[in-house]
C-alpha cells in the first residue's frame, strides 16, 4: 500500500512585517491535504497580539484592533495546542515560507514550544520561481496564471489565502490531474484501469514573449526544412 502524503497549506496574518521588531501574528489559516487533495478540515483562528494592528495591516486584511479585542492570544490552549495539534507531523506548505515560519516559531518560543525546522517547509515562491523564471510569482499572479478564482478575495484572510494557496500548490506540482497518479487516491482497487485524467475546457495560452517567438522562429530556420515543427501548427 502506498504511504499517505498529509500536509498543511498554511498562511499567517501579522501586525507588521518583522517579529524581531515585536510584530505579532494576528490570524492563521490551514488547510488540509491527503495526497496533494484537499479533505475538507481546515484550522481558522484571530489572536489578540496584545498590541495595536498597523494601518498598513488594516489596509490590506481589514482587520482592526476592535475585532482582536475578545480574541485569545496565541499562547492560550484554543490557539497554540489546537493549531499543533491540528498539524501534527505534517509537511507545512506557505508563500514565502521564510516569512511565516519566522513569526510562527517566534509566538512559539514565547510560549516556550519548539520551533518547527525549516526542513518541515515547502515554499511555493521558490517554486513558482524556478517553474516561471522572471514572471510574478505573487499569489494573485499565480491565481490568475492557473485560473483559480480571486473573486471572493476582497482582502487577504489567512483561511482563504491558506485554501487559494492549496490550489497554487496543486498547479505547480503539475495540475490537478497529478491526483491520478497516487495509487488508491480514486478508490480504484488493484489492477483496475483508472480514467482518463480530465483536460482542460481551453488550452492554456502560451506564456512566451515576443523576443522568445521570435527566437524561436529564427531557430527552427536554421533546422532546415525538414524540422518538424514545420510541419506541424
Not at 502524503?5 to 489559516?29: K, N, S
Not at 489546537?82 to 510560549?111: K, P, Y
Request: negative net charge; proline residues 6%; contains cysteine.
Amino acid at each position: 500500500m502506498t504511504a499517505k502524503i498529509r500536509e498543511i497549506a498554511f498562511d499567517t496574518e501579522t501586525t507588521g512585517l518583522d517579529p524581531a521588531q515585536g510584530e505579532r501574528v494576528i490570524e492563521m489559516g490551514a488547510v488540509e491535504l491527503m495526497n496533494h487533495i484537499p479533505t475538507g478540515r481546515t484550522f481558522h483562528c484571530r489572536i489578540n497580539p496584545g498590541k495595536p494592528v498597523s494601518e498598513a495591516t488594516i489596509r490590506i486584511t481589514g482587520i482592526t484592533d476592535a475585532d482582536l479585542k475578545d480574541c485569545p492570544p496565541f499562547g492560550h490552549p484554543d490557539v497554540v495546542d489546537a493549531f499543533l495539534s491540528f498539524v501534527g507531523d505534517a509537511t507545512i506548505v506557505a508563500h514565502n515560507a521564510a516569512f511565516d515560519r519566522g513569526f510562527l516559531n517566534a509566538e512559539l518560543a514565547l510560549c516556550g514550544r519548539a520551533p518547527i525546522p525549516e526542513s518541515r517547509w515547502i515554499d511555493t515562491v521558490a517554486m513558482a520561481r524556478k517553474r516561471f523564471p522572471g514572471a510574478p510569482a505573487n499569489l494573485d499572479a499565480l491565481c490568475k496564471r492557473f485560473d483559480i478564482s480571486l473573486e471572493s478575495r476582497t482582502f487577504h484572510g489567512a483561511l482563504l489565502d491558506s485554501q487559494l494557496l492549496a490550489g497554487v500548490y496543486l498547479e505547480l506540482l503539475g495540475g490537478r490531474a497529478r491526483a491520478f497518479s497516487f495509487e488508491g487516491a480514486n478508490g480504484l482497487e488493484n489492477g483496475a484501469v483508472r480514467p482518463p485524467a480530465l483536460q482542460r475546457p481551453q488550452p492554456i495560452a502560451s506564456q512566451a514573449t515576443a523576443e522568445e517567438l521570435a527566437a524561436h522562429e529564427k531557430l527552427i530556420e536554421k533546422l532546415g526544412a525538414g524540422a518538424i515543427w514545420k510541419t506541424v501548427n
